[in-house]
């Protein structure tokens, strides 16, 4: 059984460019998250999908979008990058929709720098 | 907003018990406590969770409370391998998100 994967592990952007983080959710698991985790703090909700859909945004602007496909995996866009975007980001994958009953796998993150 | 109170850093002796406190006074009845840690530069990886009864497994053991406002995460045998940061978070099972706070910074000393 495969974890979650996410490409690439590191990237470096400048201010104001768009960028695309990919996420492959871990076998048999139907529901995808991202976080961002900025230097010291904890991760952040951004936004999660089922079932192809948006299913509960936390607290980013509209800058940050994202896309489920059939297959479950997704993908996590930043338009217009700004220096406060340099963080960790994450995807967890969970097996049961929106529920937590079994709380979620967490791949290894995108380290995104913004220059 | 998190949920739950942890102290930012504590040590422990290789081989000792580790034991990681968590406050979480104002959790729902519906509501479960998961323990996850963060080793540097890697996602958090699921430790235990638990509803109201104490739980162990291969990694850990979480005690709750009576009233269910806090918890301890105990490793009964910390090693250097066990230094990393423990978010404890309160979450439903219908709920769609995290709040991760900012965790334990937990360093094992050899």
């Known amino acids: 059984e495969t974890g979650v994967t996410q490409s690439p592990t590191h990237l470096i952007k400048t201010r104001g460019q768009q960028v695309t983080l990919r996420c492959s959710s871990q076998s048999g698991h139907n529901t995808v998250s991202w976080y961002q985790q900025a230097l010291g703090q904890g991760p952040q909700f951004i936004f999660q999908?089922?079932?192809?859909?948006?299913?509960g945004r936390g607290n980013f602007p509209p800058r940050f979008s994202g896309l489920q496909f059939p297959n479950y995996s997704s993908e996590l866009n930043v338009n217009a990058l700004e220096l406060d975007d340099s963080a960790l980001y994450l995807c967890a994958s969970s097996p049961n929709g929106r529920a937590l009953r079994d709380g979620y796998t967490f791949g290894s993150g995108t380290r995104l720098t913004v220059v | 907003d998190a949920k739950t109170t942890q102290p930012p850093s504590m040590d422990c002796a290789e081989g000792r018990a580790a034991n990681l406190p968590c406050n979480h006074s104002t959790i729902s009845g519906n509501e479960y406590v998961y323990w996850y840690r963060q080793i540097h530069s890697q996602g958090p990886q699921y430790i235990i969770h638990g509803l109201k009864n104490n739980e162990t497994n291969e990694m850990a053991s979480l005690i709750i409370t009576e009233d269910r406002k806090s918890s301890t995460l105990i490793l009964p045998h910390a090693t250097l391998r066990d230094t990393a940061v423990y978010y404890c978070?309160?979450?439903?099972?219908?709920?769609?998100?995290?709040?991760f706070g900012t965790g334990t910074s937990l360093t094992v000393i050899p």
């Open positions: 978070i309160v979450a439903a099972l219908t709920g769609n998100q995290f709040y």
């Open positions: 999908y089922y079932r192809e859909e948006e299913n």
